[in-house]
């Protein structure tokens, strides 16, 4: 269903998920098939010049134009299916979000083509996309941009709780990112700190107490730790089950009655014993732009209370790998009162060789510096100094090896080494060897003056002739009549 009533009058088709090597010239060996083709544009980072996964392609006729959207939309280009609508130039079609729908819980085999001919039944689709990661692999929900909200409006009736594949999908018209559920209203949430044992029966049992669950999902981060996402008809719902949920101690009665023994014992606590580490939390699930952005905000407090508080900031390198925030702060206590630590780790959990600590106080950090730099711990001498920032301390190290004027550039100790050691045993010894050993200089000894006459003309020639110096030419004066005058340009007689 590519013609409907409000065709564009010119001939412009988007051609969007394309492969990163796809060129202009495979697009336009596949379209010139079709009819005539006027250009082509493959959009491209303005920097590195790499495919942005998208391009246009421009036919000199629209029914051209009709007919490649019709027989090649979802054709595979290097082994990727293509995605072809026609090229709207007016962004406010788009923006307004009139006859857009949102498709939630796609099945993961459910591809652009499954989802147009699923929608395509209902009115003329301009745009249709199942949303995916970096692999191609979809992420359960999609889009679809009718032409008229009448056909949206009979999609949403007629697909909504309707099973495609092997899930049941939800559809609903879209929102603007600002129109969608905020801090007030939201119906999905997120748990973490589960036990290793959480699966669906005791999340259904847990969340379902509080209204009817939609949709939920109990997934794994890379250290095996569990976390969960619940999605409730009705906003009242969720808020209920984080109200009552958020911090709600996961240990069995064992291991509580372990906990008090220890207490009762004096036993020193693990780090796993923490509160944060027991206690479940239960909020708003957020997207991966809101994170980022409380990411960006936290992040943004943090460095203005590092510029309010200079030189509590100690940076510690070559740690042992079996360092933790404990034991880190454990060598740091002695110096002073600790408002953070963090020894940085990769992905299985062991410790990246370096870390952080923040003192309370800038005679505090000092002391630290003095005390533990180059301090051998584990069989290892620490690297203790002043956190910097990223930019701060390639300034720094600009200014450390940029060459100066008669720094250690030009002028310098290297220079000196080099134009003096050096060229002294090389240029000089080289030439008084070869005027003393050379049959040409032997020769002129026996004549009277000559020597005195060579000597003269060579260090005129020099005086004048090195670059820099003054001297009339690259090496001073013009041809002598002696080859080793010659050479380095020596008046003669």
Same mark, same amino acid.
């Given at each position: 269903?590519?013609?409907?009533?409000?065709?564009?009058?010119?001939?412009?088709?988007?051609?969007?998920?394309?492969?990163?090597?796809?060129?202009?010239?495979?697009?336009?060996?596949?379209?010139?098939?079709?009819?005539? /083709?006027?250009?082509?544009? %493959?959009?491209?980072?303005?920097?590195?010049?790499?495919?942005?996964?998208?391009?246009? /392609?421009?036919?000199?006729?629209?029914? $051209?134009?009709?007919? @490649?959207?019709?027989?090649?939309?979802?054709?595979?280009?290097?082994?990727?299916?293509?995605?072809?609508?026609? *090229?709207?130039?007016?962004?406010?079609?788009?923006?307004?979000?009139?006859?857009?729908?949102?498709?939630?819980?796609?099945?993961?085999?459910?591809?652009?083509?499954?989802?147009?001919?699923?929608?395509?039944?209902?009115?003329?689709?301009?745009?249709?996309?199942?949303?995916? $990661?970096?692999?191609?692999? *979809?992420?359960?929900?999609?889009?679809?941009?009718?032409?008229?909200?009448?056909? @949206?409006?009979?999609?949403?009736?007629?697909?909504?709780?309707?099973?495609?594949?092997?899930?049941?999908?939800?559809?609903?018209?879209?929102?603007?990112?600002?129109?969608?559920?905020?801090?007030?209203?939201?119906?999905? %949430?997120?748990?973490?700190?589960?036990?290793?044992?959480?699966?669906?029966?005791?999340?259904?049992?847990?969340?379902?107490?509080?209204?009817?669950?939609?949709?939920?999902?109990?997934?794994?981060?890379?250290?095996?730790?569990?976390?969960?996402?619940?999605?409730?008809?009705?906003?009242?719902?969720? @808020?209920?089950?984080?109200?009552?949920?958020?911090?709600?101690?996961?240990?069995?009665?064992?291991?509580?009655?372990?906990?008090?023994?220890?207490?009762?014992?004096?036993?020193?606590?693990?780090?796993?014993?923490?509160?944060?580490?027991?206690?479940?939390?239960?909020?708003?699930?957020?997207?991966?732009?809101?994170?980022?952005?409380?990411?960006?905000?936290?992040?943004? *407090?943090?460095?203005?209370?590092?510029?309010?508080?200079?030189? /509590?900031?100690?940076?510690?390198?070559?740690?042992?790998?079996?360092?933790?925030?404990?034991?880190?702060?454990?060598?740091?206590?002695?110096?002073?009162?600790?408002?953070?630590?963090?020894?940085?780790?990769?992905?299985?959990?062991?410790?990246?060789?370096?870390?952080?600590?923040?003192?309370?106080?800038?005679?505090?950090?000092?002391?630290?510096?003095?005390?533990?730099?180059?301090?051998?711990?584990?069989?290892?001498?620490?690297?203790?100094?002043?956190?910097?920032?990223?930019?701060?301390?390639?300034?720094?190290?600009?200014?450390?090896?940029?060459?100066?004027?008669?720094?250690?550039?030009?002028?310098?100790? $290297?220079?000196?080494?080099?134009?003096?050691?050096?060229?002294?045993?090389?240029?000089?010894?080289?030439?008084?060897?070869?005027?003393?050993?050379?049959?040409?200089?032997?020769?002129?000894?026996?004549?009277?003056?000559?020597?005195?006459?060579?000597?003269?003309?060579?260090?005129?020639?020099?005086?004048?002739?090195?670059?820099?110096?003054?001297?009339?030419?690259?090496?001073?004066?013009?041809?002598?009549?002696?080859?080793?005058?010659?050479?380095?340009?020596?008046?003669?007689?």
């Amino acid at each position: 269903m590519a013609s409907g009533g409000n065709v564009p009058q010119f001939a412009s088709l988007y051609i969007g998920d394309l492969h990163p090597d796809t060129t202009e010239a495979m697009l336009h060996e596949i379209f010139s098939s079709v009819g005539p /083709v006027g250009s082509i544009r %493959i959009c491209r980072d303005s920097v590195t010049r790499k495919s942005l996964g998208y391009g246009y /392609v421009n036919f000199h006729s629209v029914s $051209d134009a009709e007919r @490649a959207l019709d027989t090649l939309n979802y054709s595979a280009i290097k082994g990727r299916a293509c995605r072809i609508m026609w *090229s709207q130039r007016d962004p406010s079609l788009r923006k307004s979000g009139v006859g857009n729908i949102f498709v939630k819980n796609l099945d993961r085999n459910i591809d652009n083509k499954a989802l147009y001919d699923t929608f395509s039944l209902f009115g003329n689709i301009l745009s249709c996309k199942v949303a995916c $990661d970096a692999n191609g692999k *979809s992420r359960g929900y999609g889009f679809v941009h009718y032409e008229t909200e009448e056909a @949206a409006k009979q999609a949403i009736e007629r697909v909504n709780n309707m099973q495609i594949g092997d899930k049941q999908v939800e559809v609903r018209a879209f929102q603007k990112r600002g129109e969608r559920d905020n801090a007030s209203t939201f119906t999905n %949430i997120y748990a973490k700190n589960l036990p290793s044992d959480f699966d669906e029966e005791k999340l259904n049992s847990m969340f379902g107490a509080f209204g009817t669950i939609t949709s939920s999902v109990i997934m794994e981060d890379k250290l095996d730790r569990k976390f969960c996402f619940v999605n409730f008809e009705t906003p009242e719902a969720a @808020a209920k089950a984080v109200e009552e949920l958020n911090g709600k101690d996961m240990r069995t009665e064992e291991q509580k009655a372990a906990a008090e023994k220890k207490d009762e014992e004096g036993e020193e606590k693990k780090e796993e014993d923490k509160p944060e580490d027991y206690l479940m939390y239960v909020g708003r699930a957020l997207s991966k732009a809101e994170r980022a952005r409380e990411f960006r905000e936290k992040h943004a *407090s943090t460095e203005q209370a590092a510029g309010r508080a200079a030189g /509590v900031n100690l940076y510690i390198k070559n740690l042992d790998e079996n360092t933790t925030d404990a034991s880190l702060r454990e060598l740091f206590e002695p110096f002073g009162g600790i408002t953070s630590c963090i020894a940085m780790k990769d992905d299985k959990g062991t410790c990246k060789g370096f870390g952080f600590v923040c003192f309370s106080s800038p005679d505090e950090a000092t002391k630290a510096v003095t005390e533990m730099h180059l301090k051998v711990v584990k069989g290892k001498p620490l690297y203790v100094g002043l956190a910097e920032k990223k930019d701060q301390r390639q300034e720094r190290l600009r200014q450390r090896y940029s060459p100066g004027g008669c720094g250690k550039g030009m002028g310098g100790k $290297d220079m000196g080494k080099g134009m003096g050691k050096d060229m002294g045993k090389g240029m000089m010894g080289g030439m008084m060897g070869g005027m003393m050993g050379g049959p040409q200089m032997m020769g002129m000894m026996g004549q009277k003056g000559g020597m005195p006459m060579q000597m003269g003309g060579m260090m005129g020639g020099m005086k004048g002739g090195m670059p820099g110096c003054g001297g009339k030419g690259p090496m001073g004066g013009g041809m002598g009549p002696n080859p080793m005058m010659g050479m380095f340009g020596g008046k003669g007689p």
